[in-house]
Every structure is written in structure tokens, then in C-alpha cells.
């Protein structure tokens, strides 16, 4: 263990600072010294809070003292994204018309991580309305990967990726409609999950107006952290129930107990034909294969229902719902590299004209969520790529002459699962220092900690997650 406390767990953090072995300000105060070095060649966090984050530190000592730890995340210094609402901040979702937007309340995220003792140091940045696989917007700037800056961070929780890739706080959260956790995982070398819909609040007091309703079914929130039991208290925290969610399934103790060992039967798809296929991908999940068959699981090289089917649906049924509101707000407030990213997304895209073709087109998640449903019977986790290239170059996603077709069958595996509500975590197997690496774990809905489990057989197999110096 480090003893710089800047680069410990959260998991270690909270355990010494429950324990008295160390104090959470003597952890913000590293943390905060950590985010002031290093913070600068990446633009990571874009709200610094170190007022905010020293008077909560000393609030969660004193509350040690008197009454114990208030929860898993206890002391803990962590960041936050800039799309969720902190009470008297703006959320900003980098979009310039939003720069006064302050949150009347905590939302949610906030809520729930403030009630589990954690220490929020600052917030990260997000593309503009947080819709880029790459996190660069005209109000906050752009945020670079801290392993090589020629590469995207991710997006688009890439704020988020980058920090906690970089040690500063001990855990990042994101949220995830389409890959935003799970994408600047794999991109910063770390671990992600996108929990299964429903678990996560994830209610905004400062919303302007209720989100459109395929939208509301597929954005969850999750954790970015350097290890997976990082994840798992971190889900302790999230899962907290809010009234104010109509979504939110009433699964908080899910988390509780300390993850197993159950191995299971694993379908590998470390090859298609639905996409071109660096071979470092397929070299990833072969390694990962071999590690979960070592330790007991029966793993099968399999072929999968179809990752592009899903991902077109996707595409078609969250292309046309953006088409019928959101979109319209990209092209009034949105900056001009999310006009071009989000022109690369409709490229193609069938324009649903009414109420009923819409209805049916959207009554084929059923269709698909049912194929997939009957898998997991046989297969309970599936082991696959994250996307089937590598960590792209940065901006790649408006650089002119792009092949949508070639870009989108690539991302097959990432963009297929949010609609119908899937989990997925995103595990660092094959990253080195400078260059990420990763696969996806993916499961039958609200089977999340069967991912962390899996994850967890990954994680004694490769190590300890260390944090990235972006300085060179």
C-alpha cells in the first residue's frame, strides 16, 4: 500500500478511517493536494470544492467520534460529475446556456454519497449534454487521458475517468446511456459499472423538464473506481432509495455482503463477424477467459445474440426520441463539436414520422430483451469486448470523413445493452502504463454482483489498479 493516501482505495481509506488509523482530513487534504498537482495537464475536475470538501472532512471526524461511521464511504474523498445537481452549484452538463443554472438541492447522487459520509473534493467534466464518446465542451474545455493525450478519455463521463485514473479522489461517478461509465473505464485503464436500470437514483431537482421516456428507462448511474470492492460500496451508497425516483427498484442491500466466490458458466465472444476486431481486444478477453477458467468457471466460446441488432436499436429508437426534443436543444445551445458527433449518430438513421410507428418500433426491445433473457438461462455472465477497437484518438468522433457505419458496428457491445436495461462492467485486463486496455462483463438484469464477483477473480489475477501520473 501506497503511503501517499491519495492513492489508496476508497475501500482502504474508509476501513483506516473508520479503524482511527488515519483521519478523513488527512485524506482530503492529500487528495486535494493530488487534484492541485496533477489536475492541470488533464482538466479533469472543472469544480474544484476544497472549501467545501475540508469543512465535510472535519464534519465526518467529528461524527466518528460521537457516533461512528455514518457509512461505507465515511470520510472518503471522492468527485462527482458536473450533470448532477449539488445543492447552490450549477449544472452546468457542459453547456454554456447552463452556466447559471444552480441546483436548488442535492439531487439524488448527491444526496445518497453525502448520506453514505463520503467527501466530494470536486466535480468532473462532461461533453456538452453529456453526449460524446470524447469530453470537451466551449464552457468548461477539454479533458485529456491521463495515460496518453493523444487518446480519448472516454465520454461521457471522461471527467470521471480521468481523475480517478490519475488518483484524484478515490472514486468517480458517472452515469450511462449508451457507455458513459463503462466506456472511460476501458479508456482510463480502470474499472466501471453500469448497474442494471432501476437500481440507481438518479433524480435532479434543476431538470428543466422530465426527460423523454426512453431516456428515463436507459441512463443509470454508476461508479468509476480502481478496484472492484470500490464499486461495491460505492453501490451501497447509490443504491439508497429516493422517493423522488419513479424509476428506483427498492435493491439497496444487494451490495451489502462481502463478494463471493460462485463460478459460473461464461459465454466468450472474443471474435465477431458484426465488426473489424483489433487483435489487443481479442488478446484482452482470451487472457480474461483463461484467468476465469483457472479459477473455476466454465467458460465457452460461444455465439452471443447479436450486439449490432441491439446497438441499432439504440440508435434508432434514442436517435428519433432526441429528434422529437432533445436534439433541437443541441442545435440551439450545444457547441460545434457535438452538432458534428451527433450528426455522425442520426447518419442513417430512419426518421420515425408518427405515434404508432414509433410505438411499434420501440415494442421490438421485448422482442430483443426476451433473446437475451433466454441466454443468461444457459449463460449467466457474458465475457466480450468493450468495444471491439482500441481506446480511439481524441475527437476521432468529428473528425470529417468518419465512417458511421464502421464506428457505430464497433461499439457493438457497449451501446447494445443500455436500452433494454442490461449491467455491465468494464474490467482493465490488458492495460498497461500509457496504453488502457479492457473487457466487458455483462449480465441478465440485476445480476451486478455476479459481475463484481467475476470482476473481482480478474482483479487478484492482474493486479492492483495504481494511479496514472499524466505529467509524463
Known amino acids: 500500500m501506497s503511503s501517499e493516501l491519495w492513492a489508496w482505495t476508497a475501500s482502504e481509506l474508509a476501513d483506516a478511517i473508520s479503524a482511527g488509523r488515519i483521519s478523513s482530513v488527512e485524506a482530503t487534504e492529500s487528495a486535494l493536494a493530488r487534484m492541485e498537482a496533477v489536475n492541470g495537464p488533464i482538466n479533469a475536475v472543472v469544480d474544484p470544492l476544497p472549501e467545501q470538501a475540508m469543512e465535510a472532512a472535519r464534519a465526518a471526524d467529528a461524527e466518528l467520534k460521537t457516533s461512528g461511521p455514518r457509512g461505507p464511504l465515511h470520510g472518503v474523498p471522492i468527485t462527482v460529475k458536473i450533470n448532477v445537481d449539488y445543492k447552490g452549484r450549477a449544472t452546468t452538463n457542459g453547456v454554456v446556456a447552463y452556466k447559471d443554472l444552480i441546483a436548488p438541492e442535492d439531487g439524488s447522487v448527491v444526496r445518497n454519497l453525502r448520506a453514505s459520509g463520503a467527501v466530494i473534493i470536486g466535480r468532473t467534466n462532461t461533453p456538452c449534454y453529456s453526449m460524446r464518446g470524447c469530453t470537451s465542451n466551449d464552457l468548461h474545455g477539454h479533458t485529456y487521458n491521463p495515460h496518453d493525450k493523444t487518446l480519448t478519455p472516454g465520454g461521457s463521463s471522461g471527467g470521471a475517468g480521468s481523475a480517478t485514473a490519475a488518483g484524484i479522489g478515490a472514486m468517480g461517478h458517472g452515469n450511462d446511456i449508451g457507455g458513459s461509465v463503462r466506456y472511460p473505464a476501458y479508456c482510463c485503464g480502470i474499472y466501471g459499472l453500469r448497474p442494471t436500470a432501476g437500481i440507481t437514483a438518479a433524480y435532479n431537482p434543476s431538470q428543466l423538464a422530465e426527460r423523454p421516456i426512453v431516456s428515463q428507462m436507459s441512463s443509470v448511474q454508476g461508479p468509476l473506481a480502481r478496484s472492484v470492492e470500490d464499486i461495491r460500496i460505492t453501490m451501497q451508497a447509490l443504491a439508497q432509495p429516493d422517493p423522488r425516483d419513479i424509476w428506483q427498484v427498492p435493491l439497496s442491500t444487494m451490495f451489502d455482503a462481502p463478494l463471493e466466490h460462485r463460478p459460473c458458466k461464461v459465454a466468450m465472444l472474443a471474435e465477431t463477424d458484426e465488426s473489424q476486431v483489433d487483435p489487443e481486444v481479442t488478446a484482452a478477453i482470451r487472457q480474461a477467459g483463461a484467468i476465469l477458467a483457472e479459477a473455476g468457471y466454465q467458460v465457452e466460446e460461444v455465439q452471443t445474440p447479436s450486439f449490432h441488432e441491439a446497438m441499432m436499436f439504440w440508435r434508432l429508437i434514442l436517435g428519433n426520441e432526441m429528434r422529437g426534443g432533445l436534439y433541437q436543444l443541441m442545435l440551439k445551445n450545444g457547441d460545434e463539436k457535438l452538432k458534428k458527433s451527433m450528426a455522425l449518430m442520426l447518419e442513417g438513421i430512419p426518421e420515425i414520422e408518427g405515434r404508432e410507428e414509433f ?33 480511439y484518438l481524441d475527437d476521432l468522433d468529428v473528425i470529417d470523413g468518419t465512417d458511421s457505419d464502421w464506428f457505430f458496428r464497433a461499439h457493438g457491445p457497449m451501446m447494445g445493452t443500455p436500452t433494454l436495461g442490461l449491467p455491465g462492467l468494464s474490467v482493465p485486463v490488458g492495460t498497461v502504463p500509457g496504453v488502457p486496455m479492457g473487457v466487458q462483463l455483462i449480465s441478465d438484469r440485476y445480476g451486478d454482483r455476479r459481475l463484481l464477483e467475476a470482476g473481482a477473480v480478474l482483479e487478484r489475477a492482474i493486479g492492483a489498479t495504481l494511479p496514472i501520473d499524466p505529467r509524463g
Open 359 to 391: 410505438l411499434q418500433a420501440f415494442a421490438k426491445r421485448s422482442t430483443l430483451l426476451r433473446q437475451w433473457q433466454m441466454f443468461f438461462v444457459d449463460y449467466p455472465i457474458v465475457l466480450t469486448a468493450m468495444t471491439w477497437i482500441k481506446p
